[in-house]
C-alpha cells in the first residue's frame, strides 16, 4: 500500500522557519511536490524535485523555498524561510513517477498520491 506521511507543521511566528518532511512507503517515486491549501482557496503549487534534483518553487515563495530529497530514506523535505501569515495553510504531498516537465508539475494533475496534509499556521 502506498503512503505520504507529512510531519513537521505546527504553528510559527512570522519570521520563523519550518522544514516539513513527506516519507513514502510502499513505493519509490521519481518526482515529489508539494502544494498548499488556505481556507477559501484553491489549493496551489509551492514547490516540485525531480529525480535529478531539479527543483522548481513558486514565484510567490521562491526566495524562502528550498526542496530537497533523500532517496536513501524515500523522504522530500521543504524547507520554509521568513514565514508570513499568508503561508497558512494545509500543505500536502504528491508524488508521480510520471515524465512531466516543470510547467504540468505546477499543477495537481500529473501526481496520482497524495497524503492527508499537514497544518502550518503562521502568527502575527
Known amino acids: 500500500q502506498v503512503q505520504l506521511v507529512e510531519s513537521g507543521g505546527g504553528l510559527v511566528q512570522a519570521g520563523g522557519s519550518l522544514r516539513l518532511s513527506c516519507a513514502a512507503s510502499?513505493?519509490?517515486?521519481?518526482?515529489y511536490g508539494w502544494f498548499r491549501q488556505a481556507p477559501g482557496k484553491e489549493r496551489e503549487f509551492v514547490a516540485a524535485?525531480?529525480?535529478?534534483?531539479?527543483?522548481s518553487c513558486a514565484n510567490s515563495v521562491k526566495d524562502r523555498c528550498t526542496i530537497s530529497r533523500d532517496n536513501d530514506k524515500n523522504t522530500v523535505y521543504l524547507q520554509m524561510n521568513s514565514l508570513k501569515p499568508e503561508d497558512t495553510a494545509i500543505y500536502y504531498c504528491?508524488?508521480?513517477?510520471?515524465?512531466?516537465?516543470?510547467?504540468?508539475?505546477?499543477?495537481?494533475?500529473?501526481?496520482?498520491?497524495w497524503g492527508q496534509g499537514t497544518q502550518v499556521t503562521v502568527s502575527s
Open positions: 510502499g513505493r519509490t517515486f521519481s518526482t
Open positions: 524535485i525531480n529525480w535529478s534534483r531539479s527543483t
Open positions: 504528491a508524488a508521480t513517477n510520471r515524465a512531466e516537465p516543470f510547467i504540468r508539475l505546477r499543477t495537481p494533475t500529473p501526481y496520482d498520491y
